[in-house]
């Protein structure tokens, strides 16, 4: 049974591989004109830019993302949320979005729960689903957030991110998308106050990021 499982995904994803290759390979793309990241707000409600932490050389090259953020913002009450963006004008040539999912434990952090979170954000009329995560690395903990974004869609699965790639790329010639990562500390044990934060500043800083990617 194991084994039948494994034929089956081994096969759905050769399908998407080759439906991608001619929804992609094939065409002509239209690729989004997009602003640069750093121009991305410095305040988020009660949130302000703590500072820019530049990503190391060698971790951008693993990437190929063609732009990205990542920046510490801060509330008064000192509570801290570090926001990441990766963007991909066109996944056309094998650049995309890699899995926190993969790359945290390539990190070092232990994945402790993984579940799915709703959150209701302005100018949505519905939740959008993101993916929470607690991880730990030695005694620290914090909590994950993350979504893809593309042509004004989130989403949480990395599965259905590669099928509406594929059904953007025949509908539209568009093969854009964004990573988008939360991350709040864990102080002490209080993993579901770190959530809360984390929830509270995906609800300040989302309107941003609706109108810094492209719709």
């Given at each position: 049974?194991?084994?039948?499982?494994?034929?089956?995904?081994l096969?759905?994803?050769?399908?998407?591989?080759?439906?991608?290759?001619?929804?992609?390979?094939?065409?002509?793309?239209?690729?989004?004109?997009?602003?640069?990241?750093?121009?991305?707000?410095a305040?988020?409600?009660?949130?302000?830019?703590?500072?820019?932490?530049p990503?190391?050389?060698?971790?951008?090259?693993?990437?190929?993302?063609?732009?990205?953020?990542?920046?510490?913002?801060?509330?008064?009450?000192g509570?801290?949320a570090?926001l990441?963006?990766?963007?991909?004008?066109?996944?056309?040539?094998?650049?995309?979005?890699?899995?926190?999912?993969?790359?945290l434990?390539?990190?070092?952090?232990?994945?402790?729960?993984?579940?799915?979170?709703?959150?209701?954000?302005?100018?949505?009329s519905?939740?959008?689903?993101?993916?929470?995560?607690?991880?730990?690395r030695?005694?620290?903990?914090s909590?994950?957030?993350?979504?893809?974004?593309?042509?004004?869609?989130?989403?949480?699965?990395?599965?259905?991110?590669?099928?509406w790639?594929?059904?953007?790329?025949?509908?539209?010639h568009?093969s854009?998308?964004?990573?988008?990562?939360?991350?709040?500390?864990?102080?002490?044990a209080?993993?579901?106050?770190?959530?809360?934060?984390?929830?509270?500043?995906?609800?300040?800083?989302?309107?941003?990021?609706?109108?810094?990617?492209?719709?």
């Amino acid at each position: 049974m194991p084994r039948n499982r494994y034929v089956v995904i081994l096969s759905v994803m050769l399908l998407v591989q080759g439906s991608f290759y001619y929804a992609i390979a094939l065409r002509d793309e239209n690729i989004p004109t997009v602003a640069p990241l750093q121009v991305f707000p410095a305040h988020a409600g009660d949130w302000q830019m703590y500072k820019d932490v530049p990503i190391e050389k060698d971790v951008l090259e693993i990437l190929k993302a063609d732009d990205t953020l990542n920046r510490i913002y801060a509330k008064p009450d000192g509570r801290l949320a570090f926001l990441f963006i990766a963007f991909f004008k066109t996944q056309r040539s094998g650049q995309a979005p890699h899995s926190p999912k993969n790359c945290l434990p390539g990190s070092g952090w232990e994945s402790l729960e993984a579940d799915p979170i709703t959150i209701d954000v302005p100018g949505r009329s519905e939740p959008i689903l993101t993916n929470r995560y607690l991880v730990a690395r030695g005694n620290e903990k914090s909590v994950v957030l993350y979504w893809y974004q593309s042509h004004n869609r989130i989403i949480a699965g990395e599965f259905s991110a590669k099928f509406w790639l594929i059904a953007d790329s025949i509908k539209y010639h568009r093969s854009d998308s964004a990573l988008v990562k939360i991350v709040v500390p864990v102080l002490g044990a209080d993993s579901d106050g770190a959530t809360k934060t984390a929830v509270e500043f995906v609800k300040s800083v989302f309107p941003a990021i609706a109108r810094q990617l492209p719709t």
